[in-house]
């Protein structure tokens, strides 16, 4: 478990939203800075972990933090609106108030990952926590501790992709690193890969010599995912997810976010498919 670096781990510390992005008709991406430098400056997460974002007289959400710890001074949130909360922050303008407090969780193993070919697998909003970890080992001062990089990424539409300035400008770009895009169903004006993302991740047919596979998305992409990633030859222990499950308090206590003996805020998000193998019929 990575401890929270704020005094109090269940105060949240009131920050400013600086610029907003529209990534698809209902996921934006908020930057946000905190009031207090040095709450800035002590807040140090790692890629994969979560915090809980408050709207004031509204209350607070569970969101991952989307932006990598190499990019200093800024924090990123990408956020899909689906309910009151979600809802309650897509209606904020740049300069609005929020709180922070975080951050949770335990993060992707990336120093397990060094000296590896990594796999990403995303559909949908689920590209958000995979993003922290792909900019930090794309970042000029961490780049040379990994292989190969290879990215899949889908959504129903065009329109519902997310962060396309980076799956269709910036990614591609970095060396070594190939990105698969793909649309649920054909559209005009789309010129790229269509069909589900399980389907190409099968038709893309990466080996899992020396890879480690990191998939987040929607609960039905991510079980053929793993379904397919087994056939490919990937083991329990090459394949890591993140859980979306809602979480309250973030530190254990109010266990609304327990799996039989885990609890997500503490054991996770952050899972190995060996581990998920392991919990209760439940999950």
């Known amino acids: 478990m990575t401890k929270c670096h704020c005094r109090n781990p269940l105060k949240p510390y009131p920050a400013t939203i600086v610029k907003i992005i529209d990534e698809t008709p209902d996921v934006k991406t908020f930057q946000m800075v905190f009031d207090d430098p040095a709450v800035m400056e002590s807040f140090r997460q790692k890629p994969g972990q979560v915090a809980q974002l408050s709207v004031f007289g509204v209350g607070e959400a569970t969101i991952s933090i989307t932006s990598s ?21 897509h209606r904020l303008e740049p ?21 590896k070919d990594l796999l990403f697998i995303g559909g949908g909003i689920g590209l958000a926590p995979l993003r922290a970890l792909i900019d930090f ?7 040379g501790d990994y292989g190969k990089i290879d990215i899949i990424y889908g ?13 269709l400008d910036r990614w591609p770009q970095m060396p070594g690193t190939t990105v698969y895009t793909t649309i649920d169903r054909a559209e005009p004006g789309w010129e790229g890969h269509v069909g589900f993302v399980p389907a190409y991740l099968e038709e893309i047919n990466p080996s899992p010599e020396n890879k480690y ?3 987040c998305g929607p609960p039905i992409m991510i079980k053929f995912v793993l379904q397919a990633l087994e056939k490919m030859g990937f083991s329990d222990d090459q394949v890591i997810t993140t859980l979306e499950l809602k979480m309250k308090c973030g530190i254990g206590k109010c266990g609304r976010c327990n799996i039989g003996s885990k609890y997500v805020c503490l054991d996770g998000p952050v899972f190995y498919l060996s581990q998920l193998k392991q919990l209760p019929p439940e999950f």
């Open 95 to 115: 300069g609005s108030k929020v709180g922070i407090r975080g951050p949770y969780g335990n993060h992707f193993p990336y120093e397990v990952m060094k000296g």
């Open 213 to 215: 596979a990191i998939t």
């Open 155 to 167: 959504a129903r539409s065009m329109d519902d992709l997310c962060f396309k300035y980076d799956i």
């Open 69 to 89: 710890p190499t990019r200093k001074g800024i924090l990123e949130f990408s956020v899909k609106k689906v309910g009151m909360l979600t809802s309650a922050l």
């Open 137 to 143: 080992v794309l970042a000029e001062e961490n780049r």
